[in-house]
């Protein structure tokens, strides 16, 4: 399978963006998704991640509350809400397809495919 990130931008803190992740060349529903995040001069970490199905889900706790992960396996999309978005979201945001945890996983480790990174910068 192979991803494709978008929907990043520029957003003043306390806005809202909507990452989004296309999959293609795969069975899609065969993935656990995750995203994971990279801020200048800091390692990639853990943001949020969902099961094969949709029904579970995981956020690392600095974004629980505020962003949602969802996917559409008609589609083969996943999808990362962000709200009341602060300056330390700012990053490269990545999707990660997993293909052998199907309840998902918070550790980078474990995901096989990685999409091209899409810029988020929430200005203060």
């Known amino acids: 399978v192979q991803l494709q990130a978008s929907g990043g931008g520029l957003v003043q803190a306390g806005g809202s963006l909507r990452l989004s992740c296309a999959a293609s060349?795969?069975?899609?529903?065969?993935?656990?998704m995750g995203w994971f995040r990279q801020a200048p001069g800091k390692e990639r970490e853990f943001v949020a991640a969902?099961?094969?199905?949709?029904?579970?889900?995981y956020y690392t706790d600095s974004v629980k509350g505020r962003f949602s992960i969802s996917r559409d396996n008609a589609k083969n999309m996943v999808y990362l809400q962000m709200s009341s978005l602060k300056p330390e979201d700012t990053a490269v945001y990545h999707c990660?397809?997993?293909?052998?945890?199907?309840?998902?996983?918070?550790?980078?480790?474990?995901?096989?495919?990685w999409g091209q990174g899409t810029q988020v910068t929430v200005s203060s």
């Open positions: 990660a397809a997993d293909a052998d945890s199907g309840a998902g996983s918070r550790r980078e480790y474990e995901y096989d495919v």
């Open positions: 060349g795969g069975t899609f529903g065969m993935y656990a």
């Open positions: 969902i099961s094969r199905s949709g029904w579970l889900t």
